[in-house]
């Protein structure tokens, strides 16, 4: 293995990544105020390459480490951008992981920008996705969808979704499938677009299907593979959340350094006469580097392994990172004061953003359970 030619290519794409991170700075306010994704940002990333290096090639995968570095250089600058890109990484990463035929053939658009949503999360099935209602029932060769997903991302920006669904009324391992449904497939419908709290530029929102006719080619995977796809996906896709939430908290460390410490006599200010600003401020910056290198242990012992994190890992990591987010956005507005809290401020965005990351694809508290279930398993040998 060449490691120059490994960390050349490193290197390369830290570079480029922190490049296309400081030109989203300029559209992250305007989009949050407006809660709308500019179009003109979506053309960016295609124009700047965005999608080839965080999927890869077909003869290439990228590796976790840099999806998350390429991650958390978007986050620190704009974080509805930054998971627009992690979205698309979950869906190529369940689709390729179904081992269908067709799976390359529909990554492949998503390297030149088409966008696309993961269905999942339903009115009542949340966290619980074996309480899930919606319906694929067999109908010759094709499958007849009917329900309602809740809270999806990209939700009338999508082309396409990778749609969950209820194949066999029994609960049980093999009683969810997942389909490939295109936005305009006669049925498929937006009824509604949330006004979060944070992730305000996401368009987040209700996807109905009404007797959604798709092809049993539509089908990823087997039937019966829904749940197998859906929990091996979050075991990659949690750390892309960890890697938003770091860089929510590298930005709101990096905003407020420049707000408070903008020379080194302010720094000279804090360690002669203003020690318990300066050291919330030292604090601040403790825990976002903790958070990243517990981030980076695990997505590149993932590469160099060749295996998904555990699953108590992958809840693990989300959640130290997204508390971190929390715990650090929120002791920058106090530190801020006036400045952070106004309409159009950074520290305020990114508290809000902070917040909505501590839910997002699994609730913390549902994350500890995950690592409880993991207790027995940990050995620190293999870590």
């Known amino acids: 293995m060449d490691y120059g030619a490994l960390r050349a290519v490193w290197i390369d794409n830290v570079e480029r990544a922190e490049a296309v991170g400081a030109m989203l700075a300029e559209y992250s306010e305007q989009m949050d105020l407006q809660e709308r994704f500019a179009p003109e940002v979506i053309a960016l990333l295609k124009q700047l390459h965005v999608w080839e290096s965080v999927h890869g090639s077909d003869d290439e995968d990228t590796s976790l480490a840099l999806q998350c570095r390429w991650i958390e250089a978007l986050a620190a600058r704009c ?10 990484l ?29 269905g999942l999360t339903e009115p009542d099935a949340g966290t619980d996705i074996m309480g899930m209602v919606t319906t694929a029932e ?20 999508a082309t396409n979704y990778l749609v969950f669904a209820r194949t066999n009324a029994e609960r049980g391992s093999r ?54 796809l859906a929990l091996n996906t979050l075991q990659w896709s949690r750390p892309l959340i960890g ?42 910056l403790i825990k976002v580097c903790a958070a ?23 809840a693990a990591v989300k959640t130290f990172c997204s508390d971190t987010a929390m715990a650090v956005a929120s002791e920058a507005v106090r530190l801020g004061g ?46």
């Open 292 to 314: 990243r290198s517990y981030l980076y242990d695990v997505a590149h012992r993932a590469d160099r392994t060749g295996k998904l994190p555990p699953m108590w890992e992958a």
């Open 90 to 118: 979950t869906v190529a990463h369940t689709l390729l992981l179904s081992g269908m035929i067709s799976a390359q053939d529909l990554v492949e658009p998503m390297r030149g920008g088409v966008v696309w949503g993961w």
């Open 79 to 88: 974080t509805s951008s930054a998971v627009l890109v992690q979205s698309q």
């Open 175 to 228: 009683s969810l499938s997942a389909f490939v449904v295109s936005a305009d497939e006669p049925g498929v419908s937006v009824s509604r677009l949330e006004s979060k709290m944070g992730l305000r530029a996401s368009p987040t929102g209700d996807l109905v299907f009404e007797s959604v006719r798709v092809p049993g080619t539509a089908l990823v995977g087997e039937v019966g593979d829904g749940v197998k």
């Open 243 to 284: 890697a938003v939430s770091v860089g929510v908290a590298r930005g709101v460390y990096e905003t407020l350094r420049d707000i408070e410490v903008p020379d080194e006599d302010a720094v000279r200010v804090l360690v002669d006469g203003e020690q318990a600003r300066g050291h919330a401020i030292a604090d601040i």
């Open 338 to 383: 006036r400045a952070a809290v106004m309409p159009g401020a950074r520290l305020q965005r990114y508290f809000r953003d902070a917040k909505v990351l501590q839910i997002f694809e699994g609730a913390n508290q549902i994350q500890r359970n995950a690592v409880m279930r993991g207790l027995r398993g940990v050995d620190f040998h293999e870590m």
């Open 138 to 157: 067999r109908d010759g060769d094709d499958f007849v969808i009917n329900g309602t997903k809740r809270f999806i991302s990209n939700v009338g920006m």
